[in-house]
């Protein structure tokens, strides 16, 4: 339904470029909406040929289509009046919108039934030896075993430790603290664009390190 409510928020920033106490904002919801989705998709510097990275980029997407959902009522409003059908129209449109979304989408984005979350992190965090110092590169393997761990407090033990994460000092810095035993021989990973600065520290120091503990 994505072409109707495009069509409705379009039709009803045309209504508002006719009238002088709406122009402004109608410039300035625009220049938001597209300013976001080009800042936004230029920095983010991920390759959307990849249906992993989309599913990723798509999460954001969310933030612009609340700028196009302002104008969807009205939008439909200004048809119901071009049109000039019945006032009752209106709302009745409005709710089968609604209701035509959820009976499409909802199916396939229930997710209560599933499982794969709790049995990936289990088949992970189950088998290791008492006291394991595990390193996780990507989120979807990382939160998981995260949530697993804090919420449902399967295995306490085992030390988890982001390898992309790393790079940063603020992260660094907490699991210091909270991580007993493990040694970071800096304030951060050293990354490729982070390879020479002050106080980073290279995988092979950080394994020296925690191997020797």
């Not at 409510?5 to 410039?27: K, M, N, T």
């Not at 499982?115 to 110092?133: G, N, Q, Y």
Request: hydrophobic residues 45%; contains cysteine.
């Amino acid at each position: 339904l994505g072409w109707c409510s495009a069509s409705s928020a379009s039709l009803a920033s045309s209504a508002s470029a006719r009238r002088r106490d709406a122009g402004s904002l109608r410039w300035a919801l625009l220049a938001s909406w597209a300013g976001y989705l080009l800042a936004f998709h230029l920095l983010a510097n991920i390759d959307l040929d990849r249906a992993l990275f989309t599913t990723v980029v798509s999460r954001f997407w969310q933030q612009p289509n609340m700028l196009v959902f302002v104008y969807v009522g009205p939008g439909l409003h200004q048809l119901v009046r071009v049109l000039k059908a019945p006032e009752v129209v209106e709302p009745v449109a409005a709710i089968s919108l609604l209701a035509l979304q959820v009976a499409l989408n909802y199916p396939s984005l229930d997710r209560s039934n599933s499982d794969v979350i709790s049995t990936f992190a289990r088949d992970v965090l189950t088998p290791l030896p008492k006291d394991s110092l595990l390193l996780v590169l990507g989120e979807e393997n990382l939160y998981p075993l995260v949530y697993m761990q804090s919420c449902e407090h399967l295995r306490p033990d085992v030390r988890i430790v982001s390898k992309e994460m790393s790079s940063i000092d603020w992260y660094v810095q907490h699991q210091s603290a909270h991580l007993p035993g493990v040694v970071f021989p800096g304030k951060r990973l050293a990354s490729r664009a982070r390879r020479a600065s002050p106080g980073s520290f290279l995988m092979s120091e950080f394994l020296t390190r925690n191997l020797a503990e």
